[in-house]
């Protein structure tokens, strides 16, 4: 006689995962993202990399904008900022600023990064401030039910372009390396392993890191970004990739059609707060470094 199914509830396993540390990261509030979305991915990434990195829960912050990606800070046993749609840098900044002692994750969408908060991603860039962005690119609004965003393909039939839509996608790998940014980096929430070693090493770098994770909506985009799809397009950097090479970055940053996977740019320069650190010294005549005069 075969034995009677037992129910599993998801948050009594949720607790024994958590009861061995491994995932002390996850929250008890269970994700309400529909089974299959990419997001999953990138909370278990989160959770094993902040764990790896040994970084105290009572020291890691969570910012996020509005947007399905934008409930991450829920689902995670830190501290965590559910902001304004859009607003998620100048506040990830200003965390940041006030204690700099802080591991601040930035995360939301590619609607919430680049259409409403698409200003704040050059100064945040360009400042290095020592935060690290996660942008969870599903090429659509996700919340709103399957509208186009400012990185759907052209052709692209939703809601709001039922003649589909004639708008060239935006390539943020290019913005963000023109902008400035140190560290910039591609993952994909299909390949789970190599995208916990990617958060890992974002949230490890000194400066403002920058990876965008391609994650599929399996609900409202059943054509495009989808598993299928990407699992065939996607390729691996050049193992003879020069990290420190801006230029050659770019220049894989513009095969949009075949998005590579890896460390696309990073370079070491001094961060926001150093510079903040530097102009407080210098007001208070303790430093004696020369600045670059603005001669007339
Ligand atoms: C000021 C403002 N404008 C518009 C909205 C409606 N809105 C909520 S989420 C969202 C976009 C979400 O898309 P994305 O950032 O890509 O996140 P996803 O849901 O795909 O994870 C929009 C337009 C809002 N909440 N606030
Ligand atoms: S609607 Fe799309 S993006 Fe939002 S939780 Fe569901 S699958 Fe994920
Ligand atoms: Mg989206």
């Not at 990195?53 to 947007?67: C, E, M, N, Q, R």
């Not at 397009?233 to 996977?261: C, G, I, N």
Request: proline share 6%; hydrophobic share 35%.
């Amino acid at each position: 006689m075969t034995e009677p199914l037992k129910p599993v509830y998801l948050e009594d396993k949720l607790n024994e995962v958590r009861g061995d540390g491994h995932l002390r990261y996850r929250s008890s509030s269970l994700p309400t993202w529909c089974p299959g979305c990419g997001y999953f991915s990138v909370a278990e990434g989160v959770a094993t990399a902040l764990n790896r990195l040994k970084v105290p829960l009572k020291d890691a912050v969570i910012v996020s904008g509005i947007g399905c990606a934008s409930r991450f800070p829920f689902f995670m046993e830190t501290y965590g900022f559910h902001t304004l749609h859009g607003r998620t840098l100048p506040v990830a900044t200003g965390v940041k600023v006030a204690n700099d002692a802080l591991t601040v994750l930035a995360v939301g969408g590619d609607g919430d990064a680049f259409a409403i908060g698409g200003g704040h991603i050059p100064h945040a860039a360009r400042r290095n401030a020592d935060i690290t962005y996660m942008v969870f690119d599903n090429g659509i609004y996700g919340l709103t039910k399957g509208q186009t965003s400012p990185t759907s393909v052209e052709g692209f039939v939703t809601p709001s372009t039922p003649y589909e839509s004639h708008d060239r996608p935006l390539n943020p790998l290019m913005m963000l390396l023109s902008y400035g940014a140190s560290w910039v980096g591609q993952a994909y929430a299909g390949r789970p392993h190599h995208l916990t070693d990617m958060i890992a090493e974002a949230v490890a770098h000194r400066g403002f890191s920058y990876l965008h994770i391609l994650s599929p909506c399996v609900t409202f985009d059943k054509t495009e970004m989808t598993y299928a799809n990407l699992d065939v397009r996607v390729r691996d950097l050049p193992a003879d990739h020069d990290p420190s090479d801006r230029l050659v970055a770019m220049e894989q940053a513009t095969r949009a059609e075949a998005p590579a996977l890896g460390l696309f740019y990073r370079e070491e320069r001094p961060t926001l707060i150093d510079g903040m650190n530097d102009i407080a010294a210098r007001a208070t005549g303790k430093a004696s470094g020369k600045g670059k005069k603005n001669k007339k």
